[in-house]
């Protein structure tokens, strides 16, 4: 009997000194998630860097006296929506983000979004079977592209420097769209006749 418990004590000692060894074994694998893991601020992050675990860069504001002073883009606050929600992405990019009500009752949301610091597309949708045409909208030269797949309408346009990006999800009316882009190109300092 003695001997017998003495099995059993040395059995449970390899068991606990087996799954110790295992939980602490690190392998290239892991310790590759777990560099790539690290918060990388925006300055360090490039093409190369990983970007798991890094925090969200989208970062509330509220006034455009915030969005002035991190980005200096200056825009007007008198003609954005009182419901609208203000973000600066990565100290680079703002975002304002709204929503209007459309004929059939249905919500359909709104993006602006202006940078100084790029010439590539901002309005972060992809989409490879997009139509792209130039318009004259209200005086202002706008590449309008539309995603038939995503019912989105994004209308680029640039001014003093800097690139504006309107986006529309969802289908508005004709009258509802000059009313929202007017005071789009009022919020971004355009002067209209």
Request: proline share 2%; with cysteine.
């Amino acid at each position: 009997m003695k001997n017998t418990k003495k099995y059993i004590a040395l059995f449970f000692a390899a068991s606990l000194c087996i799954s110790m060894c295992a939980c602490g074994k690190t392998d290239e694998s892991s310790s590759a998630s777990a560099s790539s893991s690290e918060t990388v601020s925006s300055s360090e992050a490039s093409e190369d860097t990983p970007t798991t675990g890094m925090p969200n860069p989208m970062i509330g504001v509220g006034s455009v006296d915030e969005i002035e002073s991190q980005t200096g883009i200056k825009l007007e606050s008198k003609y954005i929506p009182s419901d609208a929600e203000m973000f600066v992405i990565n100290d680079t990019l703002v975002e304002i983000q709204s929503s209007v009500e459309n004929a059939d009752g249905d919500e359909v949301k709104t993006y602006l979004r202006a940078s100084k610091t790029t010439t590539e597309d901002i309005s972060g949708v992809y989409d490879d079977n997009m139509t792209s045409s130039e318009e004259e909208l209200s005086n202002v030269k706008v590449t309008h592209r539309y995603s038939e797949s995503l019912k989105t309408d994004i209308y680029d346009f640039e001014k003093d420097g800097v690139k504006f990006c309107y986006i529309i999800e969802g289908e508005i009316s004709q009258m509802t769209f000059g009313e929202l882009f007017d005071s789009v190109l009022l919020t971004c300092g355009f002067e209209l006749n």
